[in-house]
């Protein structure tokens, strides 16, 4: 058996490999090394996958995020509501931006943000939500879009984890994870569902005004060459990484369907444990597992060390929430907002989940992850 890995992008590299290494010369050869060709196709070709009318590609799902919240004209000191039970990246931008970050607990089941949470945290100064569809699946659209229009919200979805979801409205609509929203972000971090082979990611709208503001964003807040009409950033897909996202977008329902398949090789193996808690799978929403997180009645920091004597990798995704990390507990937190986090992160652990788990290395975890339970 092959060793385990959290994510295998080695094996999934030798499938595509022709393809990637010629293509990759070429663009050398090229050498439209920024906004090439590629970029531009890319853009387009993903526009379709997602069927959202603008792509603007960008430096990295941080970014991505950033140049959203910088597009909406929001104020110092306007409140972003966010999920404190995510990465870091979802609330570190509304700070940098130098507005003010409100953390919400998340559901105990699929651990997105929790409805009423989020409503009873609006104020008059609240001015967006950036729903995290975590883990590779959506959060309550439907309740969070009606929020938005009962109040007046921005709504920017990170889809850093969920990109080839999809999310369907009790009209039976049905879209793609970060086109529901005004805007929707993405990361193309390597293990991400869509990884490129460096930094990448992307942001997504179908308000034409929004677009043509944050393609200036991202380009030094230049909207005609060598004039600057307002602050923005350097943020750029490069051409290389395009390439490879271009490859590897026609794979990715491909990619996400066995990511399913392995989810559910561990659904079955885990089924009725009494000590195991396997994702819930929303009804709403199409899962494509970025991650496969259980919650664990019994030691689950044991049961991490037991797993990595046996050569298993299984990490702890978020180990500490954001209400609790020093940059942005403002003293206003209180635990006890936070109940379902606070047990999440003594609970949660995160098996391995990528393109290329065989029958046996998925049976060698779930019969050692049954073995610590046995002893
Ligand atoms: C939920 C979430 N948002 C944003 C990001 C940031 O993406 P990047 O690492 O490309 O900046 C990540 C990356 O891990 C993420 O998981």
Same mark, same amino acid.
């Given at each position: 058996?092959?060793?385990?890995?959290?994510?295998?992008?080695?094996?999934? !590299?030798?499938?595509?490999?022709?393809?990637?290494?010629?293509? %990759?010369?070429? *663009?050398?050869?090229?050498?439209?090394?920024?906004?090439?060709?590629?970029?531009?196709?890319?853009?387009?070709?993903?526009?379709?996958?997602?069927? *959202?009318?603008?792509?603007?590609?960008?430096?990295?799902? =941080?970014?991505?995020?950033?140049?959203?919240?910088?597009?909406?004209?929001?104020?110092?000191?306007?409140?972003?509501?966010?999920?404190?039970?995510?990465?870091?990246? &979802?609330?570190?931008?509304?700070?940098?931006?130098?507005?003010?970050?409100?953390?919400?607990?998340?559901? /105990?089941?699929?651990?997105?943000?929790?409805?009423?949470?989020?409503?009873?945290?609006?104020?008059?100064?609240?001015?967006?939500?950036?729903?995290?569809?975590?883990?590779?699946?959506?959060?309550?659209?439907?309740?969070?879009? $009606? @929020?938005?229009?009962?109040?007046?919200?921005?709504?920017?979805?990170?889809?850093?984890?969920?990109?080839?979801?999809?999310?369907?409205?009790?009209?039976?609509?049905?879209?793609?994870?970060?086109?529901?929203?005004?805007?929707?972000?993405?990361?193309?971090?390597?293990?991400?569902?869509?990884?490129? !082979?460096?930094?990448?990611?992307?942001?997504?709208?179908?308000? $034409? $005004?929004?677009?043509?503001?944050?393609?200036? @964003?991202?380009?030094?807040?230049?909207?005609?060459?060598?004039?600057?009409?307002? *602050?923005?950033?350097?943020?750029?897909?490069?051409?290389?990484?395009?390439?490879?996202? +271009? @490859?590897? %977008?026609?794979?990715?329902?491909?990619?996400?369907? +066995?990511?399913?398949?392995?989810?559910?090789?561990?659904?079955?193996?885990?089924?009725?444990? /009494?000590? @195991?808690? &396997?994702?819930?799978?929303?009804?709403?929403?199409?899962?494509?597992?970025?991650?496969? &997180?259980?919650?664990?009645?019994?030691? +689950?920091?044991?049961?991490?060390?037991?797993?990595?004597?046996?050569?298993?990798?299984?990490?702890?995704?978020?180990?500490?929430?954001?209400?609790?990390?020093?940059?942005?507990?403002?003293?206003?937190?209180?635990?006890?907002?936070?109940? *379902?986090?606070?047990?999440?992160?003594?609970?949660?652990?995160?098996?391995?989940?990528?393109?290329?788990?065989?029958?046996?290395?998925?049976?060698?975890? =779930?019969?050692?992850?049954?073995?610590?339970?046995?002893?």
């Amino acid at each position: 058996m092959q060793k385990i890995q959290m994510v295998d992008l080695g094996t999934q !590299y030798l499938k595509i490999k022709p393809e990637i290494d010629k293509k %990759l010369l070429e *663009v050398v050869g090229s050498s439209a090394f920024i906004n090439g060709p590629e970029v531009k196709a890319f853009q387009s070709e993903l526009e379709e996958y997602l069927d *959202v009318k603008h792509v603007i590609p960008c430096g990295n799902g =941080t970014d991505a995020l950033q140049v959203a919240l910088m597009s909406l004209d929001l104020q110092p000191g306007d409140e972003v509501i966010t999920a404190d039970f995510t990465f870091a990246a &979802t609330v570190e931008v509304i700070d940098l931006l130098g507005l003010k970050s409100v953390l919400v607990d998340v559901n /105990p089941d699929d651990f997105t943000i929790n409805i009423e949470a989020l409503e009873n945290a609006i104020t008059d100064k609240t001015r967006a939500i950036i729903p995290v569809h975590l883990f590779g699946q959506c959060a309550n659209m439907n309740a969070v879009m $009606d @929020i938005a229009v009962k109040h007046d919200l921005f709504v920017v979805e990170d889809t850093a984890q969920a990109i080839g979801s999809d999310y369907t409205f009790p009209d039976g609509t049905k879209r793609k994870a970060g086109t529901m929203g005004n805007i929707g972000t993405t990361s193309f971090f390597p293990s991400k569902n869509l990884g490129c !082979y460096g930094d990448g990611g992307a942001i997504f709208t179908n308000d $034409d $005004d929004l677009a043509h503001r944050m393609r200036g @964003i991202v380009n030094h807040g230049m909207y005609k060459r060598y004039y600057h009409d307002e *602050v923005g950033v350097n943020s750029r897909l490069d051409s290389m990484q395009a390439a490879v996202l +271009r @490859i590897k %977008l026609p794979h990715l329902d491909e990619y996400n369907a +066995r990511r399913r398949a392995a989810a559910n090789f561990y659904d079955t193996a885990f089924k009725d444990h /009494p000590n @195991i808690q &396997t994702p819930h799978r929303r009804e709403d929403s199409k899962h494509v597992f970025h991650q496969y &997180t259980l919650k664990i009645a019994g030691d +689950r920091n044991a049961l991490q060390k037991f797993l990595m004597e046996k050569e298993i990798p299984a990490m702890i995704y978020y180990p500490v929430p954001l209400h609790k990390q020093k940059a942005y507990d403002d003293g206003n937190y209180n635990d006890a907002d936070f109940p *379902v986090t606070m047990n999440l992160i003594d609970q949660v652990i995160s098996l391995p989940m990528h393109t290329e788990l065989t029958d046996d290395q998925l049976h060698y975890i =779930t019969e050692s992850v049954k073995e610590f339970f046995n002893a």
